[in-house]
């Protein structure tokens, strides 16, 4: 939907940036890319599909 791959990343380290396949962007930033914009990076948004009611996000 997002993008963004699971890493094992959480809360704890979400400012981060881990690399991997998640590039250059903390868990932090991918989710407050989605949360502007719908994905958890610019790059990937001819990839992503909109989120089903179970997985949207407060916008706010």
């Not at 993008?3 to 250059?24: F, H, I, L, M």
């Not at 989605?34 to 599909?49: C, D, E, I, Q």
């Amino acid at each position: 939907m997002c993008c963004w791959e699971d890493d094992g990343q959480d809360d704890d380290d979400a400012d981060e940036v881990w690399g991997g396949p998640n590039g250059e962007i903390s868990l932090t930033e991918g989710r407050s890319n989605y949360k502007a914009f719908g994905a958890s990076h610019k790059a990937y948004l001819t990839r992503v599909r909109p989120p089903r009611p179970d997985e949207l996000l407060d916008r706010a």
